[in-house]
């Protein structure tokens, strides 16, 4: 952390006057403690030996009955000048003497609180007490006095009792007045020294430095001809000689830097010369280019700034290591641009030395190879994967396949018996069923993070009132759902079917976990959330704030030792036939794909309540454009490629009877032949991602080869991943899973045609 300095010519004087003041704090304090304890110590032996010596004697002219005499006696005593009261009480507690003549003759009632409390205390202690007050501005102190009685009485003899209250709050307030005053005179002292200071080190001191601060600003400000010229044997007049020494020699290396820049100012390659320290002295036209960054941006900072996190600590470590040792470095970087989006870079750094073997400057040359990398990315294929998902992928891939060709042949027929009440009917409970069977295959997808996902800005408060009306049928009447949905937009990105899915897998468990209950109920709560410290502890990573759904039951509960499982694929407690115990995975591995977090809490015997954060976004502004024509086709010639002859056939019906022709085949090879042969004659290819030989894929990019503008619909039964770099570098195309509801496919191919642009 930097400190700011105050300027010399201040600091001395302060720093005495700062010393001062804790100094006259010290004494002061001190000083007065002293004196008041001292002037206490006093006060109380000499009134004590007074008032013991009064009544002493009051009590032998009591003894021989001469009132007279007490208070005669008692009279000289009340004179003193602290003295506030003086009170003698007989043993039935009358007053029989009084410094306020007023209180003589009448009872102890007349007498404020503090001598009633110290007279009740003397006569059931006969001893002389002296004390002080709690705020020790009064001092008390008493003797019981004994009095004589009639010689007929039980008892010869009586005590009452003598108190004085002294009150020494004037004479400490002297006291202070007296400290106040020598404190004065020491402050006015060290005041007078801290002037005389600020005088001489202005003079002596402050001048000169400021003829040297002016000469180094200016210096700064780009006049490198700028000097102090300030001599001296003095400290000072050896750091303005260093800084005229400096200066020139800066000078002299800009010159030479500035020949160095106009050699490589046009080179295409991004240059940068940074000092020993890596601060960035120069960098070229080529520099600014890619990186967005200005020269007056980065000028005299570090390259840090492109840092862009993609490497780990130790690689920089490594990195600095090297070229610190005095070797060059080459190898590939990934940075980041001005605008936030990243480039990989092939760089080498080559350290300079001067003639005595010392770094003084780095040179680093860059080449921006992102385009390269990104298009040996799209052909490489990562071919690791867990065994689960490998079993999940290969078992998604023939089975939608499957699928796919029952939903094609299924739409048909159930086209074809319209005039069939109930053959429809069955035809409805087996298309119920397919996509009942999808759905399980989406939940394992969705667990092994290979489901193909299609977000989009989704409201969460508005989509869960909505989807709760289809949960709810699915619960029993007897069960009390109650919703508490904010009103306010929580934007998310996210997919509405895995959402749906989500809260229907959560309701679900929770309708399941209330079979015993006696008052079943189902809490579902839609809230925003920003996270506090405590949930940043627990996870570091946390967005700035999240749309939070929850969902509570107060049903049987979690056992503990399964509260860690309840994620697993196939965990259930339920019998067989009841779950498949993929749900719960589901919703875990759906959370986790759009970048959420999950928590669960619960407690057996009472309940279970899931915590669902989704990350929230800005909502987008754009409307989205709604299809102006009917989703049937014109006679296009669409291009249909799958290895699965059942597919052909049923989706060639599909189309064909939604007015499109359909060309068939059965691989990529042969969809580009056939594609080359009449390029123009088709309007839309549609491709299986996963085919013997040439994958979907390739085909498409050996298309696009022949035609750029042609639109591409990819469907696949197979984990997104084998769609090797994405749909990058693939303009107009969209990727659909198996099973593809015909509907749909319908809705894609009208939405792709008519934002095609009109051929001239």
Same mark, same amino acid.
């Given at each position: 952390?930097?400190?700011?300095?105050?300027?010399?010519?201040?600091?001395?004087?302060?720093?005495?006057?700062?010393?001062?003041?804790?100094?006259?704090?010290?004494?002061?304090?001190?000083?007065?403690?002293?004196?008041?304890?001292?002037?206490?110590?006093?006060?109380?032996?000499?009134?004590?030996?007074?008032?013991?010596?009064?009544?002493?004697?009051?009590?032998?002219?009591?003894?021989?009955?001469?009132?007279?005499?007490?208070?005669?006696?008692?009279?000289?005593?009340?004179?003193?000048?602290?003295?506030?009261?003086?009170?003698?009480?007989?043993?039935?507690?009358?007053?029989?003497?009084?410094?306020?003549?007023?209180?003589?003759?009448?009872?102890?009632?007349?007498?404020?609180?503090?001598?009633?409390?110290?007279?009740?205390?003397?006569?059931?202690?006969?001893?002389?007490?002296?004390?002080?007050?709690?705020?020790?501005?009064?001092?008390?102190?008493? /003797?019981?006095?004994?009095?004589?009685?009639?010689?007929?009485?039980?008892?010869?003899?009586?005590?009452?009792?003598?108190?004085?209250?002294?009150?020494?709050?004037?004479?400490?307030?002297?006291?202070?007045?007296?400290?106040?005053?020598?404190?004065?005179?020491?402050?006015?002292?060290?005041?007078?020294?801290?002037?005389?200071?600020?005088?001489?080190?202005?003079?002596?001191?402050?001048?000169?430095?400021?003829?040297?601060?002016?000469?180094?600003?200016?210096?700064?400000?780009?006049?490198?001809?700028?000097?102090?010229?300030?001599?001296?044997?003095?400290?000072?007049?050896?750091?303005?000689?260093?800084?005229?020494?400096?200066?020139?020699?800066?000078?002299?290396?800009?010159?030479?830097?500035?020949?160095?820049?106009?050699?490589?100012?046009?080179?295409?390659?991004?240059?940068?010369?940074?000092?020993?320290?890596?601060?960035?002295?120069?960098?070229?036209?080529?520099?600014?280019?890619?990186?967005?960054?200005?020269?007056?941006?980065?000028?005299?900072?570090?390259?840090?700034?492109?840092?862009?996190?993609?490497?780990?600590?130790?690689?920089?470590?490594?990195?600095?290591?090297?070229?610190?040792?005095?070797?060059?470095?080459?190898?590939?970087?990934?940075?980041?641009?001005?605008?936030?989006?990243?480039?990989?870079?092939?760089?080498?750094?080559?350290?300079?030395?001067?003639?005595?073997?010392?770094?003084?400057?780095?040179?680093?040359?860059?080449?921006?190879?992102?385009?390269?990398?990104?298009?040996?990315?799209?052909?490489?294929?990562?071919?690791?994967?867990?065994?689960?998902?490998?079993?999940?992928?290969?078992?998604?891939?023939?089975?939608?396949?499957?699928?796919?060709?029952?939903?094609?042949?299924?739409?048909?027929?159930?086209?074809?018996?319209?005039?069939?009440?109930?053959?429809?009917?069955?035809?409805?409970?087996?298309?119920?069923?397919?996509?009942?069977?999808?759905?399980?295959?989406?939940?394992?997808?969705?667990?092994?993070?290979?489901?193909?996902?299609?977000?989009?800005?989704?409201?969460?408060?508005?989509?869960?009132?909505?989807?709760?009306?289809?949960?709810?049928?699915?619960?029993?009447?007897?069960?009390?759902?109650?919703?508490?949905?904010?009103?306010?937009?929580?934007?998310?990105?996210?997919?509405?079917?895995?959402?749906?899915?989500?809260?229907?897998?959560?309701?679900?468990?929770?309708?399941?976990?209330?079979?015993?209950?006696?008052?079943?109920?189902?809490?579902?709560?839609?809230?925003?959330?920003?996270?506090?410290?405590?949930?940043?502890?627990?996870?570091?990573?946390?967005?700035?704030?999240?749309?939070?759904?929850?969902?509570?039951?107060?049903?049987?509960?979690?056992?503990?030792?399964?509260?860690?499982?309840?994620?697993?694929? /196939?965990?259930?407690?339920?019998?067989?036939?009841?779950?498949?115990?993929?749900?719960?995975?589901?919703?875990?591995?759906?959370?986790?794909?759009?970048?959420?977090?999950?928590?669960?809490?619960?407690?057996?015997?009472?309940?279970?309540?899931?915590?669902?954060? /989704?990350?929230?976004?800005?909502?987008?502004?754009?409307?989205?454009?709604?299809?102006?024509?009917?989703?049937?086709?014109?006679?296009?010639?669409?291009?249909?490629?799958?290895?699965?002859?059942?597919?052909?056939?049923?989706?060639?019906?599909?189309?064909?009877?939604?007015?499109?022709?359909?060309?068939?085949?059965?691989?990529?090879?042969?969809?580009?032949?056939?594609?080359?042969?009449?390029?123009?004659?088709?309007?839309?290819?549609?491709?299986?991602?996963?085919?013997?030989?040439?994958?979907?894929?390739?085909?498409?990019?050996?298309?696009?080869?022949?035609?750029?503008?042609?639109?591409?619909?990819?469907?696949?039964?197979?984990?997104?991943?084998?769609?090797?770099?994405?749909?990058?570098?693939?303009?107009?195309?969209?990727?659909?899973?198996?099973?593809?509801?015909?509907?749909?496919?319908?809705?894609?191919?009208?939405?792709?045609?008519?934002?095609?642009?009109?051929?001239?």
């Amino acid at each position: 952390m930097k400190i700011a300095w105050m300027p010399l010519s201040w600091m001395f004087p302060l720093l005495l006057i700062g010393s001062a003041t804790i100094s006259a704090a010290i004494f002061y304090i001190y000083e007065t403690r002293q004196n008041i304890a001292f002037y206490e110590k006093h006060i109380k032996e000499d009134v004590f030996s007074d008032l013991f010596r009064a009544a002493s004697f009051s009590e032998y002219l009591l003894l021989r009955d001469d009132s007279d005499a007490v208070a005669v006696e008692l009279s000289g005593l009340a004179t003193e000048e602290a003295l506030e009261a003086l009170v003698l009480m007989t043993p039935d507690n009358q007053v029989l003497y009084s410094s306020r003549i007023a209180w003589i003759g009448e009872s102890i009632e007349v007498l404020d609180a503090g001598l009633r409390h110290e007279i009740d205390a003397g006569i059931n202690k006969m001893q002389g007490i002296v004390r002080f007050s709690e705020d020790r501005k009064e001092l008390y102190v008493r /003797f019981p006095v004994r009095f004589s009685i009639a010689t007929d009485g039980i008892r010869p003899q009586q005590y009452g009792v003598l108190i004085a209250r002294y009150n020494l709050d004037l004479e400490k307030q002297a006291i202070i007045h007296d400290v106040e005053r020598r404190l004065a005179v020491f402050v006015g002292f060290y005041t007078l020294i801290a002037i005389l200071l600020w005088l001489v080190s202005y003079f002596a001191l402050t001048r000169r430095v400021q003829q040297v601060v002016a000469s180094a600003e200016a210096f700064a400000e780009g006049d490198l001809s700028s000097r102090s010229s300030l001599f001296g044997y003095d400290e000072l007049g050896r750091i303005s000689t260093a800084f005229d020494h400096m200066a020139s020699q800066i000078q002299a290396s800009m010159h030479e830097n500035a020949k160095l820049a106009g050699a490589i100012e046009h080179m295409v390659e991004c240059v940068l010369i940074t000092d020993a320290d890596g601060n960035i002295e120069y960098v070229n036209p080529a520099f600014t280019k890619v990186t967005g960054y200005s020269a007056d941006e980065v000028m005299g900072k570090n390259p840090r700034l492109l840092k862009s996190g993609e490497h780990p600590p130790e690689f920089y470590q490594a990195f600095w290591a090297h070229i610190l040792s005095g070797k060059v470095w080459r190898g590939r970087l990934i940075d980041r641009r001005k605008d936030g989006s990243l480039y990989q870079a092939s760089a080498s750094v080559v350290p300079f030395r001067d003639e005595l073997g010392k770094i003084t400057h780095f040179v680093a040359v860059q080449e921006d190879i992102t385009e390269q990398i990104e298009k040996d990315k799209k052909l490489q294929h990562n071919m690791q994967m867990e065994s689960l998902g490998t079993l999940v992928g290969g078992i998604a891939h023939e089975f939608n396949n499957m699928l796919a060709g029952i939903v094609g042949n299924l739409y048909m027929a159930k086209k074809r018996s319209e005039d069939m009440p109930e053959l429809r009917k069955s035809i409805v409970r087996i298309e119920d069923l397919s996509y009942r069977a999808a759905d399980m295959i989406k939940q394992l997808l969705a667990f092994s993070h290979q489901d193909l996902v299609e977000l989009s800005v989704l409201n969460l408060s508005a989509y869960t009132a909505e989807a709760m009306k289809l949960v709810r049928v699915s619960v029993p009447e007897s069960i009390v759902i109650e919703q508490s949905i904010c009103d306010a937009s929580l934007s998310i990105n996210a997919d509405k079917n895995q959402i749906q899915q989500v809260l229907m897998h959560l309701v679900s468990n929770a309708r399941d976990a209330l079979r015993e209950a006696s008052d079943p109920r189902v809490w579902v709560k839609v809230e925003r959330f920003e996270p506090d410290k405590a949930f940043r502890r627990e996870h570091p990573n946390a967005a700035q704030r999240y749309a939070l759904l929850s969902v509570r039951d107060n049903g049987c509960g979690i056992a503990e030792e399964d509260i860690n499982r309840i994620f697993e694929p /196939f965990f259930s407690k339920q019998g067989v036939g009841e779950g498949t115990g993929l749900g719960l995975s589901m919703v875990f591995g759906a959370v986790e794909g759009h970048g959420g977090l999950t928590e669960v809490e619960s407690s057996l015997g009472k309940g279970t309540t899931f915590r669902l954060y /989704f990350p929230l976004i800005e909502p987008s502004k754009e409307v989205a454009v709604r299809l102006e024509q009917q989703w049937r086709g014109n006679g296009e010639l669409l291009l249909l490629v799958d290895d699965e002859k059942v597919i052909r056939d049923s989706f060639r019906e599909v189309l064909e009877d939604s007015g499109y022709r359909v060309s068939l085949a059965h691989n990529g090879e042969a969809a580009v032949a056939c594609f080359a042969a009449e390029p123009d004659s088709f309007s839309l290819v549609i491709l299986d991602v996963v085919m013997p030989g040439l994958g979907g894929r390739e085909a498409a990019l050996k298309m696009r080869e022949i035609r750029p503008d042609i639109p591409i619909v990819f469907e696949t039964g197979y984990e997104k991943s084998c769609l090797v770099g994405g749909l990058d570098g693939i303009a107009d195309a969209v990727m659909l899973d198996k099973p593809v509801e015909p509907a749909r496919l319908q809705r894609v191919i009208a939405k792709l045609l008519q934002d095609r642009p009109e051929s001239s």
